[in-house]
């Protein structure tokens, strides 16, 4: 009895050890014992990516309350795709937040730009003091 | 997004915050690497934000932001109020990734086979690994030096060798290498867009023959080395430049599967009708020029069965082209389909047709605008008094407009094997083609 379950137990081993064998692994000598497959070199396909040089965060506030915030919609998906959302928002300030004046703006070109110097002249001559811009999707 | 919040952060010396949908907010980290280097603080939407009444809009406002898992409003305000983290503050070059290396480690076949498969290398296609010896035969095909920058996408450098790399990849011959350099020169317009583009690229000129294109029975199907393998190796060619890996720069929602090679196919030059020119001449080449030209879109849409005396297949395609959004079509078409139009119809050029076309397609107002992508590119222009969008967006709905207003940007190909009268109408719109022997 004992020797069968000693011979059952070193079938088993062996078993496993030629499944183990036969799993494709990143260890390259296993894999190329066990598959008998040479070793080869070939050109990197990938492209190196050049990292850009990081920009701090401007400063924050202290706090919202008496201050000018301007809402900006960048119109994606159309003018009227995400204003009701500014809307909401100036809503949430008249409602929780009364000293908070909110002004909606819509990027003069549209989603794609990347900067709107007409708009940033406005945020700095009217003092405004944050900006919420969406709706990327 | 992110540029326009970096912007207003450096020049006015405020705070912003970007509102996104959750589909795209999932790429900041990748953005913030490689493109736009400020730390943006975001909160984030659920998806869609477009096309949903108010009473979801203001539940989205009422709700919390899928970031933070705050309310929505008082996590607008920490972000624009919460002092810096020693992150956010941090300035120069980040320690980064580095340079990838020219070779890869030496590896079993079956390891780098799976190598490339989990970097997302290939279109999981069988690929051939790139041995030295294969990219040097490979670069045997032009005169251009291994280092040479064929493309740039970010700062991502395409090189003639990595493009040898990729043409090895996807079986090509080094005969077919210039005709792959000038396509890839288009690479960073593969198609990579949430709406999910992909792309068109037709041959013209003598390099047709020479390589072995088709141009006749199947030219638009799996049944050509040179169509597929050409088309083929745009697409590495686009995903390793681009980095386009799932849930890194890849963002189709749907995807295409026209990527796999791109509808890549020669024009049937040899059956064009007397007076209707190949592409590349309509774009200002002589027909001489060996010319590779690359379009983007997304789809199309065929004529099916034979050509109607009645309603003949000018007519059709008009009416199938009141499906597109206007900003530009392309017609492909079988000869005999070419010929009917130029002989019964008397459509003596291509152009002709394309004029044709313009002043005869029409949709609603409605329809025009009720395109996302109309509405998302046009509406600025209209708003700034441009026209004919201004007037378009002021009109009824109802109102009947002729969206192709510039024939120029409806190209007409003619490709097939002349057994039937069969047409596709597309929506791929063609950049300025390429000239191939600038790259042999």
Same mark, same amino acid.
């Given at each position: ?8 137990? $070193? ?6 050890? $030629? ?73 949430? $300030? ?17 989603? $794609? ?25 | ?52 009444? @108010? ?69 999981? %296609? ?38 040898? !790399? ?25 198609? %990579? ?45 686009? @995903? !390793? ?26 024009? %049937? ?47 059709? !395609? ?55 992508? %109309? ?32 024939? @120029? ?32």
């Amino acid at each position: 009895m004992k020797r069968k379950i000693l011979i059952g137990s $070193f079938l088993l081993v062996m078993a496993a050890l $030629f499944v183990m064998a036969g799993t494709p692994s990143t260890n390259q000598s296993t894999a190329q014992k066990a598959t008998g497959e040479r070793l080869i070199t070939v050109l990197n396909p990938a492209i190196s990516s050049k990292v850009v040089e990081r920009v701090p965060l401007g400063p924050r506030i202290e706090t919202v309350e008496v201050k000018t915030i301007y809402l900006v919609d960048m119109q994606w998906g159309g003018p009227e795709a995400a204003y009701s959302v500014f809307e909401e928002m100036q809503g949430w $300030f008249a409602k929780n937040m009364p000293s908070v004046k909110t002004e909606i703006r819509r990027t003069g070109d549209g989603p $794609f730009a990347s900067d709107d110097a007409k708009l940033r002249k406005e945020i700095v001559e009217k003092k405004v003091a944050a900006v919420v811009i969406g709706i990327g999707g | 997004m992110s540029r326009l919040a970096r912007n207003i952060e450096l020049q006015c010396k405020i705070p912003t915050v970007g509102a996104s949908g959750i589909n795209v907010v999932k790429f900041k980290d990748y953005d913030l690497l490689y493109g736009n280097g400020m730390p943006i603080r975001y909160v984030a939407f659920p998806f869609p934000v477009a096309g949903q009444p @108010k009473s979801v809009h203001k539940s989205y406002v009422e709700g919390n932001d899928l970031l933070s898992g705050k309310p929505m409003m008082p996590a607008i305000i920490d972000a624009l109020t919460k002092p810096l983290t020693a992150d956010e503050k941090k300035s120069g070059m980040p320690p980064g990734a580095a340079p990838e290396p020219r070779l890869l480690k030496p590896a079993t076949e079956t390891n780098l086979q799976r190598l490339f498969k989990d970097k997302e290398w290939t279109d999981f %296609n069988p690929i051939i690994l790139p041995t030295e010896a294969r990219v040097a035969e490979m670069l045997k095909g032009t005169s251009r030096k291994p280092n040479e920058m064929v493309s740039k996408f970010g700062s991502r450098e395409l090189t003639v060798e990595k493009v040898a !790399i990729y043409a090895v990849m996807a079986g090509a011959r080094p005969e077919y290498f210039p005709t792959i350099l000038a396509t890839a020169t288009q690479a960073a317009s593969f198609g %990579n867009s949430t709406s999910s583009m992909a792309n068109m690229i037709v041959v013209n000129g003598p390099v047709r023959k020479q390589i072995g294109m088709n141009s006749g029975i199947d030219a638009m199907g799996p049944f050509n080395e040179a169509n597929s393998i050409i088309g083929r190796t745009f697409t590495l060619a686009g @995903k !390793i430049m681009g980095d386009l890996r799932i849930n890194a720069g890849a963002y189709s929602t749907l995807g295409s599967s026209l990527q796999y090679n791109n509808v890549c196919y020669a024009e %049937n030059e040899e059956l064009l009708p007397d007076g209707w020119q190949p592409l590349s001449v309509e774009m200002g080449y002589k027909r001489t020029d060996n010319v590779v030209s690359v379009g983007t879109g997304w789809s199309y849409i065929s004529s099916v069965g034979e050509s109607q005396r009645k309603h003949p297949p000018h007519m059709l !395609i008009r009416d199938y082209m009141r499906s597109l959004t206007g900003m530009g079509a392309t017609v492909v078409m079988d000869p005999t389909v070419a010929k009917l139009i130029k002989d019964v119809h008397g459509f003596k050029t291509k152009a002709e047709l394309s004029e044709w076309l313009a002043k005869n397609v029409e949709v609603t107002a409605a329809t025009y605008w009720g395109n996302g992508v %109309n509405t998302t590119a046009m509406t600025p222009m209209a708003l700034q008094g441009l026209e004919p969008f201004a007037t378009w967006l002021k009109a009824p709905p109802e109102t009947m407009i002729k969206p192709f207003n510039n024939a @120029k940007s409806i190209q007409v190909v003619v490709t097939g094997g002349n057994i039937q009268t069969t047409w596709f109408v597309t929506d791929f719109r063609f950049g300025r083609g390429v000239k191939i022997d600038d790259w042999k």
